[in-house]
């Protein structure tokens, strides 16, 4: 058994016109030191995502239904008690926007201690001493001061190499990462991102790394998810998602991707934009935006327009649509003829 | 830390100079002070004379530099009501004021702080709703109504028997909705003497009854507003990125509402909440008049009834200068709590 387990997740917003669905059926799994990139539009569903799986979705969120396994313990009806225990010191997480995430009026030495001080019965000289160290590992140029420091006298990428330094005080085994890059400079986003990698990789920390550049995806992990509209649309290695990717959504995020245009002319974008998750296209919910929705007769799909696609395994990818699985079954009965 | 200073003193300087434009040009256009001097039947001549001889007829600028010189000592002449040096008057009156004024202050910071943030933790609780409810009530009874209304039920006491008193039941019953009163509603009673001019009636429990219900009446109206500033400050505190943060890292509850959120939180309100101190000192006009508490605002209401310019003038410059001196008092602790701003006074 995986080390983490999403199966069947289901999160909602209760709103004052009924229940919002931000997650529905989400699946996957991490194993211990495994790198998972979730990857999708602005509004998939990806924080949500990251967000439930310590129970931290504020109101009026709240987990509807599906299981969270970690390490043999259910954690979706797990109590604030239990939850605390994980938080931070097995499972920890890294923000957004490191100029909000940490707290303006407590030094970085509070920040850090009072984290350590959480879940290990220790003195504040070992924990400061920890603090130290960690600081030391994210490189961060004279320590030493900035235990003493506030927030607003370091700059964005050192705060954030704070947080990582946060992150990894407890030597979790897992780091959930959601989009830690996008608030920075472009100039100190790879620099950032190597770290992450490299002390993911020198400690065996698992990595959910939730980010919506697909370059960092296929540098960074080995394993991804596609996200369309509270949905998982595609899983798989990330080598061969991104290298041959089966769902038309995939397509054309990859596509879109700035070196896929020809030089000179306009970036290939996906038509349209996503729908709102209080209004969802019904069947398929890509279908407006999907350039396969037609099949060989140039008739738009009854299943796509109806039925919600289930997953079907292509290789060592699971997509989620209709087209693909009619490929699929056409290939398997090419494949009995062959042998018969 | 000294630039601050610095910097607030010319501050401090700048409102006292405005404050004292306008108190000199009441001074110099209400009432005419020859006609508070002297009867009647002085001659025309006489006064003119009187006028010449007390430099009323100089020119504006040179009578308000006059003014100001004598200010900058403490020296606004004489009252009419009093007839001893206004300064006098009021060091005689500021010390029922101020022990008014802290004993309102102690309360709001007392009670606000534990309410809002109790009904921002907790926002639909029944008890928070309670409070928010009553805090709107508060917020908008007129301070003389409250105080009317306090001193009706605790220091007069009512008889209120709407249930049969022969029965065991009916007799509770009307002996719970019934108040004794006897809380004392008039004046400071017997405060003991410290020093100079100064009575206190912190020393004794005795004393202190008789600040209850002005305290409370005085009250009445800025701690809601205290109440309601704290829940929403922070509210929106506990929706920020780093609460949320601080929660991913397993902090327990308990310490980001107090360690992570409740700093965060006063910060804004000591800033409006020491400004609001601040006009508590004005605002005891209407609460010592109802309680007859002889400081500062019944003497004011007075000399205003009798025309006493000097007195009012110089009520004016001393509320002014508390003004300052509170809002000065505030930036500093602001910028010893608050780490993001340097003692400079602009954030580094
Ligand atoms: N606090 C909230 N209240 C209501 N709906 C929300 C809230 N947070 C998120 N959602 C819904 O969840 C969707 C996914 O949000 P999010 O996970 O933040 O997207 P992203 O993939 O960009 O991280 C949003 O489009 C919105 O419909
Ligand atoms: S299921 Fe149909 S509409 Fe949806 S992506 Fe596949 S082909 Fe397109
Ligand atoms: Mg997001």
Known sequence: MALLEVNNLDVRFALRGGDVRALRDVCFSLDRGERLGIVGESGAGKSVAAFSLLNLIAKPGYIAGGSITFDGEELSGMKDRGLRRIRGNRISMIFQDPMMTLNPVLSIGEQMVECLKAHRRISTREARAISLH????????????????????????????????????????????????????????????????????????????????????????????????????????????INDPQHPYTQGLINALPQMATPGSRLNQIPGSMPSLSN????????????????????????????????????????????????????QRDSREEIL | MIAFLIKRLFHAFLVMFVISVISFAIQDNLGDPIQQMVGQSVPE?????????????????????????????????????????????????????????????????????????????KPRAWLSRAFMGVSIVGISIPVFLTAIVLIQLFAIGVDFTPFPADTAWGAWLNDLLSTDGGMPAYGRGNPVHVFGTWDTNFSSLEGLTYLVLPA???????????????RAEMLEVLQSEYV????????SLRRIYFVHALKNTMLPVITVGGVQI???????????????????????????????????????????????????????????????????????
């Open chain 1, 280 to 331: 969802l296209p019904s069947g398929c919910a890509f279908h407006p935006r999907c350039g396969f929705v037609n099949d060989a007769n140039g008739e738009p799909r009854k299943a796509c327009l109806d039925k919600v696609p289930g997953f079907v395994d292509s290789g060592n990818c699971r997509v989620a649509c209709h087209m693909v699985a009619e490929l699929v079954n056409q290939q």
């Open chain 2, 216 to 230: 409370i009446s005085l009250a009445s109206i800025m701690l809601p507003l205290f109440i309601r500033l704290i």
């Open chain 2, 45 to 121: 001549s006489e006064r003119a004379e009187l006028r010449e001889e007390l430099g009323l007829n100089d020119p504006f600028f040179v009578q308000y530099l006059r003014f100001a010189k004598n200010a900058a000592q403490f020296d606004f002449g004489y009252s009419y009501i009093f007839n001893e040096p206004t300064t006098q008057v009021i060091m005689r009156h500021l010390p029922a004021t101020l022990e008014l004024v802290a004993a309102t202050t102690f309360l709001i910071v007392l009670l606000s702080v534990p309410i809002g943030v109790y009904s921002a933790i």
């Open chain 2, 244 to 251: 949320k943060f601080a929660r991913a890292k397993g902090i």
């Open chain 2, 278 to 348: 601040g006009t508590l000192v004005a605002y005891t006009i209407l609460t010592e008049t109802v309680f007859q508490w002889p400081g500062m605002g019944l003497m004011f209401l007075d000399a205003i009834e009798r025309s006493d310019i000097p007195l009012i003038v110089t009520y004016l410059m001393i509320v002014g200068l508390i003004f300052v001196i509170t809002n000065t008092l505030v930036d500093l602790i602001y910028g010893l709590v608050n780490p993001t701003v340097k003692l400079t006074g602009k954030p580094a």
């Open chain 1, 134 to 241: 960690k600081l030391n590992q994210v490189q961060i140029p004279s320590p030493e001061t900035r235990l003493d420091q506030y927030p607003h006298e370091l700059s964005g990428g050192m705060r954030q190499r704070v947080i990582i330094a946060i992150a990894l005080l407890l030597d979790p085994d897992i780091i959930i990462a959601d989009e830690p890059t996008t608030a920075l400079d472009v100039t100190i986003q790879a620099e950032i991102m190597d770290l992450l990698l490299e002390l993911c990789e020198k400690h065996n920390v698992g990595l959910v790394l939730i980010t919506h550049d697909l370059g960092v995806v296929s540098q960074v992990t080995q394993r991804m998810l596609v996200m369309y509209a509270g949905r998982v649309i595609e899983q798989g290695p990330t080598r061969e998602i």
